[in-house]
């Protein structure tokens, strides 16, 4: 039973920079039941995506190797991996032309910083109930 439970988890990918946050995140999506990855570094998440292959995506914008939005635009593009919705997270996305910038590489959706943690569950449950 508890080799099922795992092979059904919904996996999480979460890219953020920050340790403290990166750590925070992880903890709190494990608690909500989702198996949990990370990655620190812009550039080496889209290879991370594409080894893995996650349920959502939850990530920054300013990162270092690559930005947020970059990767969006190559996951997007990718057959292998384009459904995979992301959850991108920032403090920079408060005016709507910023807002637009992010849905158009293919943000799926937004949470700003600092995040709220009710929020940010009831997205990512949401996102993922779809799935």
Request: aromatic letters at 4%; glycine letters at 6%.
């Amino acid at each position: 039973m508890a080799i099922e439970s795992l092979q059904n988890k919904k996996r999480i990918l979460i890219v953020e920079d920050d340790f403290a946050l990166r750590s925070m995140l992880a903890l709190l999506m494990q608690s909500l039941g989702y198996e949990v990855f990370q990655e620190e570094n812009g550039g080496a998440a889209v290879q991370k995506i594409l080894d893995l292959r996650p349920d959502m995506i939850l990530m920054d914008v300013n990162l270092p190797g690559m930005k947020g939005t970059e990767i969006c635009g190559i996951v997007k593009k990718d057959v292998r991996v384009k459904d995979i919705p992301i959850l991108i997270m920032t403090g920079e996305f408060r005016e709507t032309d910023d807002k637009l910038r992010g849905f158009m590489q293919g943000a799926d959706d937004y949470i700003l910083k600092p995040v709220d943690i009710s929020i940010l569950s009831a997205r990512v449950k949401a996102m993922l109930a779809n799935r």
